[in-house]
């Protein structure tokens, strides 16, 4: 064989020794691969503990016809000491009545079968979610929560953990440590350290703060969507805080937060820097609208409120109220007080303090931004308000009152209607008190009242009495009554107007318009005064008969304290028979003394005496009837302890007897039996002439005897004279009115002159 053809020989037997490596390299190599394939293939190596593996696990809790809860895993390890491992575990809890769709989530737990209880010690995830929501709205209105550590009983149908829990809601989210959730009741409950966070939806221009809730414990029952918070509690919302014992949360069908009762001495504050409001009760409620604003507050039960803003403080206390706020500022706006309402407001020294069964507050901005005051405190049942302050004590009552207050919460105007009564009590003077239908009272800066106002029957009295029944004020009590009264606090005065009516122990005044200045005492009446002097006493000013004295005049001026009074304008006086008209008439109290001047008139009754004698014929004394002097003057006095009358300037007097005329004119009074006081006998002086019939007698001093009917001329020049018999004159010349005797008393001595007519 060549050499040639042995080396190509050599080389294809080492290329098909090479092929022959790399086929049974290839085959081997692929045996390989399916023998990896195949293991990875294989089912895992069973551990020794494990009994066996299953890929899916599920049992479901029955009562009746209802599935309570069902409990699935993807996976399943029973292990051969009776325990079993669930995977990627899923519980969906029903409830009784199958109206909820609640589910726990988590990756690993542990399976007791013989006692059905499941533990996961991993991250658990428990969203609570209805039934119905499911089906409309899916995973919207649902309550995540998450923990760890976690136990369920398959028996009890009650989750478990000590750790701590985050929760989150649409409307809020919050904390705590320790879970209990019973599937049998649908009661979420959480241990201790809770804080809950109450949020709005983000979408509103101006969201409210968040209200975050803390307590001991938590309470949450799914199916009413009530949850209680346990002692101590509380409630906060920027400057606003609630505290109290326990607590309950309503929350509408979208898990907002609609309505929080607080029991347990509960306490609502607001810490504002303008303007500071608390309120305590035995149980507060606290009402959401939408957008998560406090929409009003109801507390009842020994409520007790506070209201502060600058130096001004108001409390408030009754058995219920009601606070409604400002949409979209939790700011109160209205408070409404019932059951033996009470409030107190202190300003400036004095104090303000109303009892109601029924009272309404309206509270708006003060001055500044976020300043608060009260705008308007109404009564809604009777009330009675009292005003105290340095100088005095002023009660008032009405069916309803009303005060409405100024930018810097100081009362300013106060209404009252129906059966409106203020009583005035003032440092050495007797109490006054002032009824009507409706009142309006003023009020300075500083808060003291500066004037009221009254109209319809208004009853003005002193003294602790009050009035009878159907009278304004009693027999003998000092009073008075009007349609209108005006009482200024600066002046002291009070102005009755409208059928005017003032009385006191002894007289009645009526006029249009009727003034006490009550400091001085004094009293003015205008427009047409009429006073009657009912009670008469023996020595006063106003004694001429037994009968009340009736004065009536323009104007009266008088002084309570002094006891003077002044009528004038057309007065007028008329008691009995006895008549006086001046243009003034002033009464003396202590001095028991009349005065009258300008155009004085006055008629007098005269005591009977001799009848005058018919001239021309001798007829015999026979008795007189009853006569009537009238006097005018310029002045009058009289003195009713003395029983005179003083007339001056120019007197003429005039009866059915005659007529004298002087510069002066003295009238002595009697009476019989306490009867009407009659003149008995009259002085005239300066001047005097004396008409009787056709006889005229001059002097300048003619005394009158009623009870012997004769005048006695004296000083001067006395003269009488006679058409028929001439005249007469003497020292002192005496007439007598029955018979044509004269007594001339002359300077030789006295005579007698009797003469008789001679037809």
């Known amino acids: 064989m060549l050499r040639s053809e042995a080396a190509r020989y050599a080389r294809w037997a080492a290329t098909l020794a090479v092929a022959l490596v790399l086929i049974v390299a290839g085959s081997f190599a692929y045996r390989s691969y399916r023998a990896a394939l195949a293991r990875k293939k294989a089912p895992p190596v069973v551990p ?97 929560v998450g923990t760890v550590n976690v136990t369920f009983d398959r028996e009890t149908g009650q989750l478990h953990t000590e750790n701590p829990v985050n929760f989150k809601f649409p409307y809020g989210y919050g904390r705590g440590v320790g879970v209990t959730y019973s599937t049998r009741d649908a009661k979420f409950t959480m241990h201790r ?8 939806s983000g979408k509103e221009k101006k969201p409210p703060q968040p209200v975050v809730l803390t307590g001991a414990g938590l309470e949450y029952q799914r199916d009413t969507r009530v949850m209680r918070l346990l002692a101590p509690v509380r409630v906060g919302q920027g400057a606003r805080l609630l505290t109290a014992g326990a607590l309950s949360l309503d929350f509408d069908n979208e898990l907002r937060a609609r309505r929080l009762v607080a029991v347990g001495n509960p ?6 820097p303008h303007g500071q409001l608390s309120i305590g009760a035995q149980e507060i409620v606290t009402l959401f609208d939408r957008a998560g604003w406090i929409e009003r507050l109801q507390a009842t039960g020994n409520v007790s409120g506070r209201l502060k803003s600058g130096a001004s403080e108001d409390r408030i206390a009754a058995q219920r109220a009601e606070v409604e706020m400002e949409q979209g500022n939790n700011l109160a706006k209205l408070v409404t007080a019932s059951g033996h309402a009470v409030l107190d407001a202190q300003q400036r020294g004095g104090s303000r303090h109303l009892e109601t069964e029924s009272l309404r507050i309206a509270i708006g901005p003060g001055r500044t931004r976020g300043d608060r005051r009260i705008e308007l405190a109404e009564s809604l049942a009777p009330a009675t308000l009292e005003i105290r302050d340095a100088e005095e004590f002023s009660r008032l009552r009405g069916d309803r009152l009303a005060a409405r207050f100024d930018q810097r919460n100081v009362v300013r105007e106060l209404r009252g209607w129906n059966g409106v009564e203020i009583e005035r009590r003032i440092t050495g003077h007797p109490p006054q008190v002032t009824s009507s239908r409706e009142v309006a009272m003023k ?11 009254q109209s319809g029957k208004v009853c003005f009295r002193e003294g602790e009495r009050s009035a009878q029944s159907g009278r304004c004020f009693r027999e003998g009590e000092r009073g008075a009554q009007a349609d209108h009264a005006r009482m200024v606090r600066a002046t002291d005065t009070l ?25 001085f005492g004094d009293i003015r009446a205008d427009g047409g005064v009429s006073t009657s002097y009912y009670s008469v006493q023996k020595n006063s000013a106003t004694n001429f008969a037994p009968q009340p004295a009736h004065l009536s005049a323009e104007k009266l001026m008088a002084n309570r304290d002094s006891g003077r009074a002044v009528y004038s304008g057309h007065a ?11 243009a003034s008439i002033s009464l003396f109290r202590d001095e028991q003394r009349l005065e009258a001047s300008e155009n004085v008139m006055a008629l007098l009754p005269q005591e009977s005496g001799p009848a005058p004698a018919e001239r021309g014929s001798a007829k015999a004394n026979a008795p007189a009837g009853r006569n009537i002097w009238k006097a005018r003057a310029a002045r009058m006095t009289y003195w009713g302890n003395e029983s005179k009358v003083r007339m001056e300037g120019g007197v003429s007097a005039q009866s059915n007897i005659g007529q004298i005329r002087s510069k002066d004119l003295e009238l002595y009074l009697t009476s019989a039996n306490n009867g009407p006081k009659s003149v008995s006998k009259a002085i005239a002086t300066g001047g005097v002439t004396v008409l009787q019939g056709d006889r005229r007698g001059t002097a300048e001093r003619a005394d009158y005897v009623a009870s012997d009917g004769k005048f006695i001329l004296s000083g001067g020049k006395p003269m009488l004279y006679d058409s028929v018999f001439g005249t007469t004159t003497g020292r002192q010349l005496t007439f007598f009115l029955a018979d044509d005797r004269i007594l001339v008393d002359s300077e030789e001595g006295s005579r007698t002159l009797s003469r008789h007519r001679v037809d």
Not at 67 to 85: C, H, N, P, Y
Not at 501 to 513: E, Q
Not at 572 to 582: H, K, S, T
């Open 48 to 144: 020794a503990a494990v009994k066996q593996q299953t890929e899916e696990f599920s049992f479901s809790k029955v009562e009746g016809n209802r599935t309570l809860f069902t409990v699935r895993a993807s996976r399943t390890t029973e292990l051969k000491a009776g325990q079993a491992q669930l995977h990627d575990v899923s519980i969906t809890i029903f409830g009784r009545t199958g109206t909820r769709f609640d589910n726990i989530h988590t990756s690993d737990c542990d399976y007791a079968p013989d006692t059905g209880k499941i533990t996961c010690a991993g991250e658990v995830q428990i969203d609570l979610e209805s039934a119905d929501e499911r089906k409309l709205r899916p995973g919207e209105r649902v309550i995540h």
């Open 193 to 200: 350290n809770v804080e809950l966070t109450l949020t709005s």
């Open 267 to 272: 306490k609502y504050e607001s810490a504002e």
């Open 443 to 453: 009020f300075s800066p500083a808060g003291q009242w500066t004037e009221f106002e």
């Open 495 to 519: 102005t009755l107007t409208g059928s005017a009516t003032v009385a006191d122990s002894v007289s009645r005044t009526s006029a249009p318009a009727i003034t006490f200045q009550q400091g």
């Open 572 to 582: 007028r006086l008329w008691q009995g028979d006895a008549v006086i008209e001046a």
